[in-house]
């Protein structure tokens, strides 16, 4: 068990929609990262917060925006939703520089 | 800018093989660490070894072993003793130590176990 906890485990829902995913990172770890993987596909690196501040994005797309609130749980909220954004989505958590990334289970979200 | 390489993307080895996955890097810092991260079919991401790239002595971790080679930016992943539970997708990851939010996974190298 990581520590990191994501909800919800599954989520299908219909093109145009919108859906928020959930993470809660490791205690004591302030930085929260969103990855998104597609099937048979590689980690594509969607943002980054560090104690509740944006520290990084990669490719994000505009329908497409996250936070992290002050107890550090980070929403990813996902709008106009299109079959392509089927995917398995990740959120990790870090305590400091150079340590690990911890990997919640993931959830996959399925567009039809 | 970093780059993260698996050049294989696909691997077989016969179960209590040894087999060695190979990952290369690109960077121009000095410190770095690098992951070797694991996803089995559950799609969990595992992580499976750490080295930091100040320490010349290659990491262990039970059947999992490290070639880390810096200067040839090198960073191969040796499992000994390959069981079925081994068969998964392998992430080779670069964390730089300067910029938080550098952290490059590679494509990954599918290992599958010959039983």
């Known amino acids: 068990d990581s520590g990191v906890t994501q909800t919800p485990k599954h989520l299908i829902t219909a093109t145009g929609q919108r859906v928020t995913l959930r993470c809660s990172p490791r205690?004591?770890?302030?930085?929260v990262y969103w990855y998104q993987q597609s099937l048979d596909q590689g980690l594509q690196f969607l943002i980054q917060?560090?104690?509740?501040?944006?520290?990084a994005k990669g490719n994000i797309l505009e329908r497409f925006s996250a936070q992290q609130f002050p107890d550090l749980h980070s929403e990813l909220n996902l709008s106009s939703l299109e079959l392509g954004d089927s995917a398995l989505y990740f959120c990790?958590?870090?305590?400091?520089?150079?340590?690990?990334?911890?990997f919640g289970n993931g959830t996959r979200l399925t567009v039809t | 800018a970093q780059t993260v390489t698996q050049s294989q993307p696909e691997m077989s080895v016969q179960e209590a093989e040894t087999v060695t996955l190979s990952c290369t890097y690109d960077?121009?810092?000095?410190?770095?660490?690098l992951f070797w991260y694991k996803q089995p079919p559950s799609r969990q991401m595992i992580l499976v070894i750490r080295?930091?790239?100040?320490?010349?002595q290659n990491a262990t971790e039970n059947r999992f072993s490290v070639n880390f080679q810096k200067a040839a930016k090198s960073f191969s992943l040796k499992i000994s003793d390959s069981q079925l539970g081994d068969a998964a997708m392998y992430f080779c990851?670069?964390?730089?130590?300067?910029?938080?939010?550098?952290?490059?996974f590679g494509k990954g190298t599918r290992l599958h176990i010959l039983p």
């Open positions: 917060y560090y104690n509740g501040e944006e520290r």
């Open positions: 990790a958590s870090s305590v400091e520089r150079g340590s690990p990334l911890h």
């Open positions: 960077t121009s810092e000095s410190d770095y660490y």
């Open positions: 990851a670069y964390r730089s130590d300067i910029r938080d939010d550098k952290i490059i």
């Open positions: 205690s004591g770890d302030l930085s």
């Open positions: 080295q930091e790239a100040y320490k010349q």
